[in-house]
């Protein structure tokens, strides 16, 4: 394989070294280009192809979120270019970690510089961050991705209803908590941002003109899917237990 030439090559190596180490990972999660949780530890990468100011600027904002922030970049050549030791340096005086991904064929991963942990955070703002990672049912981005569309919780939040309503023609505020997604599903409902939901009554939610056509549409294609054979298996169970 080719030197690395974008960010979102990295992302998959990266990925499986957090798996591997027990983590459950997001990619581009409120600007996070990943975002990875392990019990009540949250850890935060930001990804550069090359070593530069920004990614350091972009780590020391993370830095708020949680102390756990590593900044990933193709491995440099040598740690004795003076260059390298002049970035392992900053990084170590800014507690920022390094991840280092190979170029070569099996993109290598490494972890060169932990993290300095003793940092104040911004509990709202972590927070913030936390509820977006929860919400996601999977990670259906790509870290490191510039002008793509990002798959959000609300974005999954409003699929999931338009799918439930596809399933059940209409939807009960009451009948929600049985589905399992009580909350998100119900936003979803009340904002209705993309215009896909009618009203019916005081509580009852059926498919507008837009959600129809959101259906058939190739936009969400991947993720209506995705909850259109979640709700299949679990109206089979549902018939099955009755």
Known sequence: MAKIQKETEMYEPVKKMLLK???TV?????DCDIVAVKDDEMLV?????SFNITVVYQAMDRRSITPNVYVAIPRPSSLREKNTRMMMRLLTELGIGLITVGNNSLRSVDIWLEPNPVKKVNSRRKNYVKKEFDQRTEDRNTGGSTGKKIVTAYKEASVLALCHIEAYDKIKMREIKTFGYPDKMKNALRSNFFGWFEKYGKFDYGLSVKGLEALDGEEFKELIDYYREEIKNKKTVQEDNT
């Open 21 to 23: 180490m027990g983590y």
């Open 26 to 30: 997001r990619s581009e999660v409120k």
């Open 45 to 49: 990468v930001e990804m550069k192809k």
